[in-house]
């Protein structure tokens, strides 16, 4: 399978996510395009000034009904449907500190930094698959998000 562009893409990705109505899969699918067309930009700089596009992204992110699960899980199985065209695959795995310096640090409350820490932050592990023969990625097919209890340790600089 060749690389996609990011509509075709972003419709294999997400087109199946279950988010409990098909136009909030829909809004998924463009918003996910919108990002993937314009990588590493701002969600705003990606949708190039359509506000509407902006502020259907926002409503969409701030939807309860939405899960980040759902989402997650979504791309997962797009994952494993490829992968079933590899013969052999090595799945890579790492784990990682996503952190946040700027104002939504805030929100996010205490994700189990040293107390007083002025940026925020989660832990992340996540599986992506590799064509061992074709050396071509295929996809992240699982990734676990967690925040470690914050304990008179984590002040010190230990860890649990």
């Known amino acids: 399978m060749l690389p996609l562009s990011p509509k075709p893409w972003s419709e294999l990705t997400f087109g199946c ?8 899969t ?6 996910a395009a919108e990002l993937s067309a314009h990588t590493g930009n701002s969600l705003s700089s990606s949708c ?7 502020t259907g ?4 992110i701030e939807n309860e009904a939405v899960k980040p699960e759902a989402i997650a899980e979504a791309g997962f199985q797009a994952t494993a449907k490829i992968a079933r ?11 990682t500190t996503l952190g ?10 205490d994700l189990g930094g040293p107390e007083g820490s002025k940026t925020r932050g989660f832990h992340v592990h996540s599986v992506f698959l590799v064509d061992a023969d ?27």
């Open 17 to 24: 996510a279950d988010l409990g109505d098909t136009r909030r």
């Open 48 to 54: 190039e000034g359509y506000t509407a596009l902006v």
């Open 57 to 60: 992204a926002y409503r969409l």
């Open 100 to 109: 946040y310096k700027h104002a939504v640090r805030s929100e996010l409350g």
């Open 26 to 31: 829909k809004r998924l699918v463009k918003v």
């Open 134 to 160: 074709t050396e071509r990625s295929i996809g992240l097919i699982d990734q676990e998000r967690w925040v470690r209890e914050f304990s008179s340790k984590n002040a010190s600089g230990n860890h649990n």
């Open 85 to 95: 065209q590899s013969r052999l695959l090595l799945a890579l795995e790492d784990t």
